[in-house]
């Protein structure tokens, strides 16, 4: 950990959990890990899941890290899917203090010094995310920013509409996770369900009006965040919200029929126009 930094830095440890699987690009996990190891408050372990057998090049870059002993590396024999992968990183975290980063983004290099400061100023916080900028191949080709409310009646609040965080950007106590079930599966959405049983819970959140991380998209993006089986998903999510009298009738059919008409009425084309323009709207006030 660096020590030209401030001093309260030094007794904070903390872990950070990737996971990857086949179809991540080498040289994108390679800029990940990397990210994460320059960073001006280094984390204590880097814990690796990979996520069912990974072709050649890819196993290559793990072996690379783990062999210099900076990534401590889960191997699972078939692929369980993101959410159970999640679930298995923290389990093999040693810290309660723990870092999310996705295969193929960048962390920016004070992220993590940012995010234990809050901590430190702030013990009975239970999450600490921030703004992300979109980019396509090169970090100076920014299509994006996704910027998400920052103070937690702001961020509960949003949380009814819409995912209140950048699942990449956040650092969370262990405990408190655990204490709401942890991550469980839930097609593309097991972080928006995890950040709702959080919410059950009363655990308290923060998003920093900073971009944490440089997350690459491509063109497929958009796509995949249409069709039947993401609309039912996301669905599902809003009934559990309603049941469960987190939000209204009223707010549910909203949210529901909002989600329909993107993901299921609207072309890819559209659906990728409209998220760029409202989707991304600056939340930061």
């Not at 942890?182 to 900073?210: H, S, V």
Request: hydrophobic share 40%; with cysteine; charged share 30%.
């Amino acid at each position: 950990m660096s020590t030209h930094h401030n001093e309260d830095f030094k007794d904070i440890k903390f872990s950070v959990s990737m996971c990857t699987y086949k179809n991540d690009n080498p040289e994108h996990l390679n800029q990940a890990i990397d990210s994460i190891i320059n960073q001006t408050v280094k984390p204590d372990e880097i814990v690796l899941v990979v996520d069912g057998p990974v072709p050649l090049m890819l196993e290559d870059v793990i072996n690379k890290y783990e062999s210099e002993g900076f990534i401590k590396v889960i191997r699972l024999e078939k692929n369980v899917g993101h959410g159970n992968a999640r679930r298995i990183g923290l389990e093999n975290c040693k810290h309660d203090l723990i870092a999310i980063m996705d295969a193929d983004d960048i962390s920016l290099p004070d992220r993590f010094e940012k995010q234990i400061r809050c901590f430190i100023e702030d013990s009975t916080l239970s999450i600490v995310g921030g703004n992300i900028k979109e980019f396509i191949e090169t970090t100076d080709r920014i299509v994006g920013i996704r910027a998400v409310p920052q103070d937690d009646s702001e961020i509960k609040k949003f949380l009814k509409k819409r995912c209140p965080f950048n699942q990449q950007t956040v650092m969370f106590k262990a405990s408190d996770v655990k204490a709401a079930g942890g991550y469980i599966d839930w097609y593309c959405n097991e972080d928006y369900y995890l950040w709702i049983r959080m919410y059950q819970n009363n655990a308290k959140f923060k998003n920093l009006r900073d971009v944490l991380v440089f997350v690459r998209v491509g063109d497929d993006m958009y796509s995949r965040r249409g069709g039947w089986k993401y609309f039912r998903s996301e669905a599902r999510l809003q009934k559990y919200m309603l049941d469960h009298k987190i939000i209204g009738f009223i707010q549910y059919i909203f949210n529901v029929l909002i989600r329909f008409i993107l993901q299921i009425m609207m072309p890819n084309k559209l659906r990728g126009f409209i998220f760029k323009k409202f989707a991304r709207i600056n939340h930061v006030k």
